[in-house]
């Protein structure tokens, strides 16, 4: 057996998969529950802020390679993919994750996958059992990528919110097909890979660092309801977010795209406008609140309390109802 590990990485170089530990390392940390802040401490050493933004642009360099194929959106736009079919499956995966208070990320990751392979692969239209299946199938791969506590894939298909509940076995292999599609490259980019860096450019200080991510929270994950945010890529989600965060924060001065592309290269001022101006119409629609609410638990008010952060953050405690067991389509 070579000593080198770098062979369990599968698809993925060490540097893709360790991601996480590069970009969040020497941005943002919590303070103490008895700091007098409400929020994080972002401050870091000239040498570590540069380290951190080095990091930080690699991978906004290669999130093009966690994204859906470029013909994606339009497919779904001339309905070649039912978007109905994929709103039906967004909004499942959601209520799954406020249910069992999964991460915002585990639901993000599981749409992510999903998106990826709905862009490679057609699936059959009938009955919806094909995308049902599918949403399943991803949800409980994000949640093996990022929860520490995993309910069985009978208990994940919560009882009341989909028509069929697939067999474990089927669910499985369905795993394997996801996976193969995406040749094993689950540690994706996504959005969550840049709010950190984001917030703590906008609040150095740290006092508001922790409202600002609990709201951009929200915004993402309300957007991951409609298709046109499926022409931006995370960095610029990520940055239009919490533009609209700092928006809503009354001690904080607004920033503006052209001044959010200066927090790391390879920002474009161009993207993160129009992401923005998408985002805008979901905040002023009040869709943030009535979409997202849910699914992260209380909604995070602007005075950012400790309070309101302490119930965004908890789990739900709830346990899983009794399963009534219905039998999955023929030949599935």
Not at 109 to 114: E, I, P, S, T
Not at 164 to 188: C, D, K, Q
Not at 196 to 218: M, N, S, W
Not at 233 to 245: E, G, K, R
Request: aromatic content about 6%.
């Amino acid at each position: 057996m070579p000593d080198d590990a770098a062979y369990l990485l599968c698809a993925e170089d060490a540097a893709a998969a360790f991601f996480g530990a590069a970009a969040g390392g020497s941005t943002c940390t919590v303070a103490d529950d008895d700091d007098d802040d409400d929020g994080c401490c972002c401050s870091a050493g000239e040498e570590e802020s540069a380290s951190a933004a080095a990091s930080i642009a690699e991978l906004i360099g290669g999130e093009a390679d966690y994204s859906p194929r470029p013909d994606y959106p339009d497919r779904l736009r001339s309905r070649s993919i039912d978007p109905a079919a994929r709103a039906e499956s967004v909004a499942w995966i959601l209520k799954v994750q406020g249910y069992y208070g999964f991460l915002p990320l585990t639901a993000y990751l599981a749409v992510n996958y999903m998106d990826r392979f709905l862009s490679l692969h057609r699936l059959p239209q009938e009955d919806g059992w094909a995308m049902q299946l599918l949403a399943v199938t991803c949800l409980s791969l994000a949640a093996k990528m990022e929860e520490t506590l995993v309910p069985s894939l009978l208990d994940l298909q919560v009882e009341g919110t989909s028509r069929y509940v697939f067999e474990p076995g089927t669910i499985l292999r369905m795993e394997l097909l996801v996976l193969t599609a995406l040749n094993w490259r689950l540690r994706s980019v996504t959005p969550f890979t840049f709010i950190d860096f984001f917030a703590c450019k906008v609040d150095p200080g740290g006092r508001h660092t922790r409202c600002l991510i609990a709201r951009a929270t929200q915004v993402i994950l309300a957007a991951m309801h409609d298709i046109e945010f499926l022409d931006h890529c995370a960095s610029s989600m990520a940055a239009a977010a919490v533009l609209c965060a700092t928006g809503e924060t009354p001690s904080l001065e607004s920033v503006s795209p052209g001044a959010a592309v200066r927090w790391c290269i390879g920002l474009a001022e161009e993207a993160i406008g129009s992401c923005y101006r998408l985002m805008q119409q979901l905040v002023i629609g009040g869709n943030v609140q009535t979409r997202a609410a849910g699914t992260t638990g209380s909604a995070v008010s602007l005075c950012c309390s400790d309070e309101a952060l302490s119930s965004h953050s908890s789990p739900s405690s709830s346990p899983p109802p009794a399963k009534r067991r219905k039998r999955s389509p023929p030949g599935v």
